[in-house]
């Protein structure tokens, strides 16, 4: 029905459309699943897969792909439990009168499972320096004012259960964690896990990231503000000389216009035409009321038309340009693509900020982002299957029932974007 | 930091300056030779040569490459910098005669280099492109917008489909997946958000204030050895080896739809103008005596609305407009940011944007309704019932 060759080149680009989309598609669904995991509760060390948890070398042995504890590590769990139970009865006897303050505090301390006994930064002075030494793991960034002492054993204990198992749900530290929350507050026995939710606003990035944040603001700073020093005159000048050194020896008389920036000529030329005719249209319908309104009108119109045949003229000499281009060289037609975002006067300083204040913004801006792209690529396809599809259509002559077919097609894909069709009907002789 | 000042112009400042520059320019472009290497391609060595070569492939493609995907074979590296070049607008035809096999033509390399370094901060471009991105971005421009697909999916194409149905399927699918696409993009504004909200006041930085998804995880795992923490916010790395970047720059065939339109564009204002001009001429008589000085006025003005016009689009991207990507920051409604675009503004040009592509498309669409209309005025005996709606 349709000359194989059309067909093919449309199909071609509505495969590159289509491809667009599946990457897009496919980072964002990267993006969902690193943000859902976030926001879930942060069971340590979820993966298995993920090296072994460095506790402090005690458990060097313990396979970090193991799921299942053994039999073994549950029974020394299981004693550790019971030991450190004691201690913290034992401890709480003690220190009852006199931390009535801290009660509260070891509860954040110990809802942050894993995270929080492998944390180091920021704790304070009951942690030794023992434990520093051997904590392996960056500063996990957790603040805390203090942290009771009874912090050690349970490190260990933990340490040994992430060992063992640290599988999904976290089932086995929660024995000791449980056990250790009866102490501050009877009431609660859920252990709870660090959700961004609830303690988010608790993290705290850790110093040595802040220190090569800051480090790598610094020199980027310097490297924009040698830009204005004294020689960079002399550098441009050198540049300059060099670039027209080159351009004289090149060979031939090459033009002036790399293909690139055609191509950046070209789009702008297309935006143009494309403003250029929605004023004359603005014009066309206006209605002039007086004179001057008359003159003011006439004048804008034969200025646009002056401007459009500038544009030609503009677009006749690119088009000697490319031609030119493609002469000496050893390739035809270079694959199209759009070159990458210029970036601006300075591309190279960390990004401006977009400011947001609520979901709904942050929502509409994304999806008008998204829309005019789409509006973008429907537009290219549109004028594709128009310089196809109309000319097959007027062609052909047979006019029985296939071609009825091909032009309900078409009208379909040309004029509702492919989602309604229109009905054709045959008059009927009307029977007497 | 103080600058340290260069006496201008002491050749033995410059002697001594240039090893140190060779040996930091290699350490800084990705898959730098070392200065041994640049002291060959000097002299023109072959030995020198596959090296420049590679290097000018890591150079100009736009993607950061990463150790993941294979490079391509160096025939295929050479032919693509031969292109790349040229489409730059490389003066010099001796580059296009180097042989494809990557052998020779270390000379003519370490020019192209020194050319493109000439023209424009190509070390500072590098970096940019390769640093960790920290932040949520989202581009405030239109530049990258669904444009390069990546990597051309395995295409089930069999050579029967030569039938106008194949067409209509591929675009219902285009329509699906964008609807997908849209679902995707709100649901990760959400999670977005949320996450925003959660950390705010966590970051050292007070005009951030709070974290952005790669910090966080950074926090979560901090020795995450998965792609997905740092790295995975990072553009996407080619997954296929031998996907060649594409190159900017039009054929000799995408300039003539252009053409058809500005032509096509030039008719219609010269009708309307000779009409207009006509009749304004027949009735100038009745003006009044002011009529020259509100004649020169009224020229006046109108020059000057359409040399702003012409700025719309000569400028379209330039210094006004903000550009690339922007790091997303959620702050409070009444709190009057610092530096910063404010998402009602772009949202704002978004929305006219949106509006005049759709004036755009609906125009194409009554143009093609049109040419079948009189296509179907031509077939006495058929009635032509158009689908009902907006």
Same mark, same amino acid.
């Given at each position: 029905m349709l000359p194989a060759g059309s067909v093919r080149r449309l199909a071609a680009e509505l495969w590159d459309a289509l491809d667009s989309c599946a990457e897009q598609q496919r980072q964002l669904e990267r993006s969902l699943r690193v943000s859902r995991r976030l926001l879930r509760a942060w069971e340590p060390a979820e993966t298995p897969a993920s090296e072994p948890t460095p506790g402090p070398g005690a458990n060097e042995e313990a396979p970090s792909a193991a799921c299942t504890p053994s039999p073994q590590d549950l029974k020394e769990l299981e004693l550790l439990t019971q030991a450190l139970e004691k201690a913290v009865r034992v401890r709480k006897g003690i220190s009852k009168a006199g931390e009535g303050d801290k009660a509260p505090i070891l509860k954040p301390g110990s809802i942050a499972t894993s995270p929080a006994t492998r944390a180091s930064a920021r704790l304070s002075t009951s942690r030794g320096a023992g434990s520093h030494a051997a904590e392996t793991k960056p500063p996990r960034g957790m603040r805390y004012t203090r942290v009771p002492a009874k912090d050690l054993p349970q490190r260990r204990l933990l340490s040994v259960g992430d060992g063992a198992c640290m599988g999904k =749900?976290?089932?086995?530290?929660e024995p000791g964690l449980r056990d250790q929350q009866i102490v501050p507050s009877a009431a609660s026995r859920a252990p709870e896990a660090f959700t961004l939710k609830d303690k988010g606003i608790l993290l705290q990035l850790p110093e040595v990231f802040r220190k090569a944040a800051s480090r790598n603001s610094c020199l980027w700073a310097q490297l924009s503000s040698t830009q204005t020093s004294d020689s960079v005159d002399a550098a441009t000048t050198a540049k300059t000389q060099f670039l027209q050194k080159m351009q004289t020896t090149s060979g031939w008389p090459g033009s002036r216009l790399s293909v690139a920036e055609v191509e950046v000529e070209v789009g702008r030329l297309q935006k143009a035409c494309s403003l250029l005719r929605l004023r004359m249209g603005e014009e066309l319908t206006a209605d002039p009321k007086d004179w001057m309104q008359e003159y003011r009108c006439l004048l804008t119109l034969e200025g646009l038309q002056a401007i459009v045949g500038q544009y030609l003229h503009r677009l006749q000499d690119l088009r000697t340009v490319v031609e030119q281009q493609l =002469?000496?060289?050893?390739? =035809?037609r270079l694959p199209r693509a759009s070159s990458p975002c210029a970036g601006g006067a300075d591309p190279i300083w960390s990004p401006q900020l977009l400011l947001y204040s609520s979901t709904q913004e942050l929502k509409t801006l994304a999806a008008l982002r998204l829309r005019v792209a789409m509006l973008h690529q429907q537009i290219h396809l549109e004028k594709v299957l128009m310089g196809e599809l109309l000319p097959l259509v007027s062609k052909q002559?047979?006019? =029985?029932p296939p071609w009825l077919a091909l032009c309900r097609a078409v009208y379909s894909l040309l004029c509702e974007g492919g989602q309604r069709f229109l009905t054709i009907l045959r008059e009927e002789e009307p029977a007497n | 930091m103080g600058r340290r000042r260069r006496r201008r112009g002491d050749p033995a400042d410059a002697a001594r300056a240039l090893p140190e520059a060779i040996a930091a320019l290699s350490q800084t472009l990705p898959a730098g030779p070392g200065p041994e290497t640049f002291r060959r391609a000097k002299f023109d060595r072959p030995e020198a040569a596959p090296a420049l070569w590679r290097l000018l492939f890591r150079v100009l493609s736009p993607q950061p490459a990463d150790s993941a995907s294979a490079a391509p074979a160096p025939e295929a590296q050479a032919r693509w910098v031969k292109s790349a070049l040229r489409s730059q607008g490389y003066p010099r035809r001796a580059l296009a005669q180097? $042989? &494809? &096999? #990557?052998?020779?033509g270390a000379r003519e390399l370490l020019l192209a280099l020194a050319w493109l370094l000439a023209r424009g901060p190509l070390p500072e471009r590098l970096l940019a492109q390769n640093r960790v991105r920290l932040g949520d971005e989202m581009p405030v421009c239109q530049c990258e917008a669904l444009a390069s697909p990546g990597p051309p999916a395995a295409r089930v194409e069999?050579?029967?489909?030569?039938?106008i149905r194949h067409l209509q399927w591929l675009m219902g699918k285009l329509r699906f997946r964008w609807r997908n696409l849209m679902a995707s993009q709100q649901e990760q504004c959400v999670l977005l958000s949320k996450i925003h909200s959660y950390t705010r006041g966590c970051h050292s930085d007070r005009s951030l204030g709070h974290l952005s998804v790669t910090e966080t995880e950074l926090l979560r795992d $901090?020795? #995450?050895?998965?792609? &997905?923490?740092?790295?995975?916010?990072?553009?996407?790395?080619?997954?296929? $080896?031998t996907f060649l970047p594409k190159i900017p720059g039009p054929g000799a065939g995408d300039l003539e739809p252009l053409a058809r339109e500005l032509l096509a564009l030039q008719e219609e204002l010269r009708e309307a103008t000779e009409a207009r001009r006509a009749a304004w001429e027949a009735g100038v008589g009745g003006r009044g005596p002011e009529w020259s000085a509100s004649r020169r006025a009224l020229q006046e003005a109108v020059g000057q609305e359409l040399a702003a016009l012409q700025r719309a689009w000569e400028q379209g991207g330039g210094l006004g407009q903000p550009h690339g990507p922007g790091r997303l920051v959620r702050t409070e409604p009444g709190v009057p940011g610092g530096l910063g675009l404010r998402a009602t503004e772009v949202i704002g040009a978004l929305r006219s944007q949106e509006a005049h592509l759709e004036v755009v498309l609906r125009r194409l669409q009554g143009r093609c309704r049109q040419e079948l209309a009189k296509l179907a005025g031509a077939l006495p005996g058929l009635i032509w019932v158009p689908p009902p709606g907006p």
């Open positions: =749900g976290a089932t086995k530290p =002469g000496p060289w050893p390739e =035809g002559e047979p006019l =029985g | 180097l $042989p &494809d &096999d #990557g052998s020779q069999a050579d029967s489909c030569v039938d $901090p020795e #995450g050895g998965r792609q &997905d923490t740092v790295l995975g916010a990072c553009p996407p790395e080619a997954s296929q $080896p």
